[in-house]
Nanobody, 125 residues
Framework: QLQLVESGGGLVQPGGSLRLSCAAS????????IGWFRQAPGKEREGVSC????????YYADSVKGRFTISRDNAKNTVYLQMNSLKPEDTAVYYC??????????????????WGQGTQVTVSS
């Protein structure tokens, strides 16, 4: 059973940065595509970014392109989401998710079978 734990959320001013971490345990990490999703109050969960298991291809939602960077360190079983130039509309609970059946990458939440508990990101002055 794969277990995911997010960390790194918090309160930051507009224009600031945060780095989220998603640490995994339980299974062979290398075979899993990892995605980051977020859900703001009253809104549907949306895909933010993902990194594939195969060649490490990365994908981003248009709303975060150029501001967020996803990376993975397989030796540490950890995926990072570096978030720069944060905006109030980035405020949400951020979740990481994993699945071994996704090869090329996906920002579709129902394709992921494993989820973390989420970490709150609040962007406010």
């Amino acid at each position: 059973q794969l277990q995911l734990v997010e960390s790194g959320g918090g309160l930051v001013q507009p224009g600031g940065s945060l780095r989220l971490s998603c640490a995994a345990s339980g299974l062979t990490w290398d075979y899993y595509t990892i995605g980051w999703f977020r859900q703001a109050p009253g809104k549907e969960r949306e895909g933010v970014s993902c990194i594939s298991s195969s060649v490490g291809s990365t994908y981003y939602a248009d709303s975060v392109k150029g501001r967020f960077t996803i990376s993975r360190d397989n030796a540490k079983n950890t995926v990072y989401l570096q978030m720069n130039s944060l905006k109030p509309e980035d405020t949400a609970v951020y979740y990481c998710a994993a699945d071994e059946m996704i090869v090329a990458g996906s920002l579709i939440d129902y394709e992921y079978g494993y989820w973390g508990q989420g970490t709150q990101v609040t962007v406010s002055s």
